[in-house]
Each structure stands twice: as structure tokens, then as C-alpha cells.
């Protein structure tokens, strides 16, 4: 092979080497940079969607009119073993945070019969807020909810800071609730 080929060749793998340093070098400055953003971004919460929702009882009830307070929703449905899990765990929560200031509000899922719903309040004795969402605004206004349970802590202010799908836990929610109380 001539000499002048072996250099070429040589630059040519100098070059790859060099490539594949820098988009090394590259994409450990992205991932790192991810990890920083992640990190250091600001905690997300959202402003809670002001909807107006239709309670079992009749009457209606504007979210935005508990502002000030801290509002525990919970999107549920009566063929959900895991949302019937959590009602006993959610009038605890209830009895003992209410008259501190909690409002806890279930939402039945579109799909569930609204008898169905009334049943199963009436059987458990739910003593928290049941609202219907017959046509799927709160499921839509809440990020087109669709596996339950799936609930949201908002807190005093209005803002969205805690979302969970599936069961909770329920400490760590009633400790993120009791700092919202605290903090009047």
C-alpha cells in the first residue's frame, strides 16, 4: 500500500476517533444537562381547572369557591377495587382534617350509573363530597383522566401540587395535607 494511502487512512481513523469523542462528549452534556433541569425546575404545580361540578345531592359546586382551602380529588368509580379500598382510608382522612379545613371531593367516572354511585356512598357512608361527571368535563378539564383511582391535591392557592394514579399512600398525603393546613 502506498505511504500516501496509510496516511489517509490514518487521518481518516484520527477523524472517527475524534467524532466519536465529541459526540461522546455531546450526549453526556445532554443527558447531564437533562438531569440539571430536571433537578432545578420549579415544582410544576398547575393552576386546578375552575369547573363547576354536580353534586349527588343536586346542588352545584364551583371549585374555584374553595379556594383558600385545601381540596383533595379523587376520580373514582364503583368498579374500581382499588377506589373502594380507598374509601375507608378517605373518611379517616375526612373525619380528622375536615374540620381543619380539608374538602375531599369524589368524582364518579362518566361510565358509572349514577344508582350505582348513589349506592355505594349511601352503603359506605361517605361523608365527603360525591359530584357526578355525567358528560366528562371534570375528567377532561383534569387532563382526560382515565384510570382510577387517580387523584390531585390542590392546595390553598388553587395550584395542582400532587397528582397520583393508582392508590395512595396514604401518610404521605395526609403529611403533604397537614403542611397546606399549617401553613394558614
Known amino acids: 500500500m502506498p505511504?500516501?494511502?496509510?496516511?489517509?487512512?490514518?487521518?481518516m481513523t484520527k477523524i472517527n476517533m475524534k467524532t466519536k469523542d465529541i459526540l461522546i462528549t455531546l450526549f453526556a452534556i445532554l443527558i447531564l444537562g437533562s438531569i440539571i433541569y430536571l433537578w432545578m425546575a420549579p415544582s410544576g404545580?398547575?393552576?386546578?381547572p375552575d369547573i363547576t361540578l354536580q353534586l349527588i345531592d343536586g346542588k352545584k359546586l364551583?371549585?374555584?369557591?374553595?379556594?383558600?382551602k385545601p381540596v383533595l380529588i379523587t376520580f373514582w368509580a364503583t368498579s374500581c377495587p382499588g377506589c373502594i379500598k380507598e374509601i375507608p382510608h378517605l373518611i379517616e382522612l375526612y373525619n380528622?382534617?375536615?374540620?381543619?379545613?380539608?374538602?375531599i371531593i369524589g368524582?364518579?367516572?362518566?361510565?358509572?350509573r349514577p344508582d350505582y354511585v348513589m349506592e355505594m356512598?349511601?352503603?359506605?357512608?361517605?361523608?365527603?363530597?360525591?359530584?357526578?361527571d355525567l358528560k366528562g368535563?371534570?375528567?377532561?378539564?383534569?387532563?382526560?383522566?382515565s384510570l382510577t383511582p387517580t387523584t390531585f391535591l390542590i392546595d390553598d392557592e388553587g395550584q395542582i401540587v400532587k397528582k397520583k394514579i393508582g392508590e395512595m399512600k396514604m401518610d404521605i398525603w395526609k403529611k403533604r395535607i397537614v403542611s397546606i393546613l399549617n401553613k394558614k
Open 3 to 11: 505511504t500516501y494511502l496509510k496516511q489517509l487512512k490514518l487521518l
Open 45 to 48: 404545580a398547575q393552576q386546578a
Open 62 to 68: 364551583k371549585l374555584s369557591s374553595l379556594k383558600g
Open 96 to 103: 380528622e382534617l375536615h374540620s381543619k379545613g380539608l374538602e
Open 107 to 112: 368524582i364518579a367516572m362518566p361510565y358509572d
Open 121 to 132: 356512598v349511601k352503603r359506605k357512608k361517605v361523608p365527603y363530597l360525591i359530584a357526578f
Open 137 to 145: 368535563n371534570a375528567v377532561k378539564a383534569f387532563g382526560n383522566v
